[in-house]
């Protein structure tokens, strides 16, 4: 039996974090869920973000699964990606018929280093109107992410690795970066290759087909991954995964979206994906396979919520989706 402690978190986290769980309801799975609380709404209430007893329960378990949180994000999820030693942020963009979208059967994957980079929160005021901030690229860190992105690809019979660095300006960090990458690169039987980051940028833009799996740093990743997003319809379609050798995370790459909380309208494709993704994780890739396949039928029947055309509320789609897996 797998211990996932549920966090629905703030805005539509709650909402998402509902329909997600009405269709993994669905199925008999072998996992026992714990409600806690973590984010704006626990600070208010606890005086923390991430209250003691919820971290305590993060690290006892398999898994957790994560709706949203909004200002307190620093303090919820950047801080259980250490905490849970998550160095793998998995963030998956993916074109679904039914859904307009700037281009057609992309499917990409981006592995992003996850406890390194300027993400580490050291910054400093050093004098008046003056800061820094240190940005910390080891030479560990580094390998332990090229060999994920490789044994990823490798697992999915995906055919390219390309890493994105910054090597020309920052020749120290991005240097170690790139470099360690290509040394990695010649265990594997994979094709590898490496752009510059705002060169990668472009590239996506104009000919995302040339990606396959991109491997990257810390900062460059949450920044790309949600470039690649804007490609296949929105960060209401962006699932994610933070995995270590212990734990595992499991989040929408959405926010907690304050501006529709409550409505009832907030899409639950990217949560439901992110179930998806915690269901592969843990090897339940029939189960996995079912609920994307019934997603991909509702989103391509055009049952969807208001910001992908639709008229449904958030709980009527999940339905939809559950609707669809009965009939298989």
């Known amino acids: 039996m797998r211990r996932i402690t549920v966090i629905p978190g703030d805005g539509i986290g709650k909402e998402v974090m509902q329909a997600a769980m009405l269709v993994l309801n669905e199925l008999s799975l072998p996992f026992r869920y714990t409600w806690m609380e973590a984010g704006d709404e626990a600070y208010r209430k606890y005086g923390k973000a991430l209250p003691d007893e919820t971290l305590e329960e993060c690290l006892k378990s398999d898994a957790v699964l994560f709706g949203a949180t909004g200002e307190t994000a620093a303090d919820v999820i950047v801080r259980l990606r250490f905490e849970l030693e998550t160095f793998a942020n998995i963030r998956p963009a993916k074109s679904y018929r039914g859904v307009k979208c700037l281009y057609d059967d992309i499917d990409i994957v981006i592995v992003r280093e996850n406890t390194e980079c300027l993400y580490k929160g050291l910054e400093f005021e050093v004098a008046d109107g003056v800061t820094e901030g240190i940005r910390v690229i080891t030479r560990k860190g580094s390998e332990r992410i090229a060999r994920f992105a490789f044994e990823l690809a490798e697992r999915e ?128 890739l029939d189960e996995a396979a079912k609920i994307e396949k019934a997603l991909e039928n509702v989103l391509a029947e055009g049952k969807t919520t208001p910001d992908l055309g639709g008229n449904l509320k958030t709980m009527e789609m999940a339905q939809e989706v559950v609707n669809s897996l009965k009939s298989m």
């Open 157 to 284: 019979g995906r055919k390219k690795v390309t890493a994105l660095h910054k090597a020309n300006v920052m020749k120290k960090t991005c240097g170690l970066f790139r470099d360690v990458c290509r040394e990695v690169a010649k265990s594997y039987d994979i094709e590898f290759n490496d752009y510059y980051i705002d060169a990668a940028c472009m590239y996506l833009v104009m000919d995302p087909y040339r990606f396959d799996v991109i491997l990257t740093t810390n900062m460059f990743g949450d920044i790309i991954s949600d470039l690649a997003a804007g490609l296949v319809g929105g960060l209401g379609l962006a699932p994610s995964a933070n995995v270590g050798e212990k734990h595992a995370l499991f989040e929408p790459v959405h926010g907690s979206a304050p501006d529709i909380a409550g409505k009832g309208i907030a899409n639950p494709s990217a949560m439901i994906l992110t179930a998806v993704m915690m269901l592969k994780h843990f090897g339940h």
